[in-house]
T-cell receptor
């Protein structure tokens, strides 16, 4: 099993550009999450989903959007990239309180 | 507002030394987890504690959940260079959503 797969691993965007961070899991987990991790900090929850068709805001949702059309996929969309969104983004899925993380996407906004 | 504070923020020690990392909150959690994260990777679950006063051991790592379920500690005996990484505590309020702590970055020198 691949677990949680995130693409791309690295990306540089210009201010105002948009992009989608992809996340897919092959464990048939209902719960999926997007976090951002800034230098020297823990993880902050952006959005989460408890199943296909259901999404909800986390602690820092502004500037982001998500969708969950299938159990496997949970893409994160940045519409108008801003320097404050420079961070490492982690996607996770969970079953019974144990979260499984992808290896992250390192995003720089210049 | 950061609900989970970890201390120390950084820890640099020699191989063979013992250390303790603390995770403190003013909130009561239904369960608390410890994750370890290596550079370029996502966090990996080490342990989950659910009962106040619970102690769990994982080889040289000992985890304790406070009696009031507001705090936790991670003790490492005879640290090895392979223990180097970012240690994150995360609390749950009886859901699959987690609140992550601020993180403790551990460096163990040979």
């Amino acid at each position: 099993n691949a677990g949680v797969t995130q693409t791309p691993k690295f990306r540089i965007l210009k201010i105002g550009q948009s992009m989608t961070l992809q996340c897919t899991q092959d464990m048939n987990h209902n719960y999926m999450y997007w976090y951002r991790q800034d230098p020297g900090m823990g993880l902050k929850l952006i959005y989460y989903s408890v199943g296909a068709g259901i999404t909800d805001k986390g602690e820092v949702p502004n500037g982001y959007n998500v969708s969950r059309s299938t159990t496997e996929d949970f893409p994160l969309r940045l519409e108008l990239a801003a320097p404050s969104q420079t961070s490492v983004y982690f996607c996770a899925s969970s079953y019974s309180y144990t979260q499984h993380f992808g290896d992250g996407t390192r995003l720089s906004i210049l | 507002t950061q609900l989970l504070e970890q201390s120390p923020q950084f820890l640099s020690i020699q191989e063979g030394e013992n250390l303790t990392v603390y995770c403190n909150s003013s909130s009561v959690f239904s369960s608390l987890q410890w994750y370890r994260q290596e550079p370029g990777e996502g966090p990996v679950l080490l342990v989950t504690v659910v009962t106040g006063g619970e102690v769990k051991k994982l080889k040289r790592l000992t985890f304790q959940f406070g009696d009031a379920r507001k705090d936790s500690s991670l003790h490492i005996t005879a640290a090895q260079p392979g223990d180097t990484g970012l240690y994150l505590c995360a609390g749950s309020y009886n859901t699959d959503k987690l609140i992550f702590g601020t993180g403790t970055r551990l460096q163990v020198f040979p």
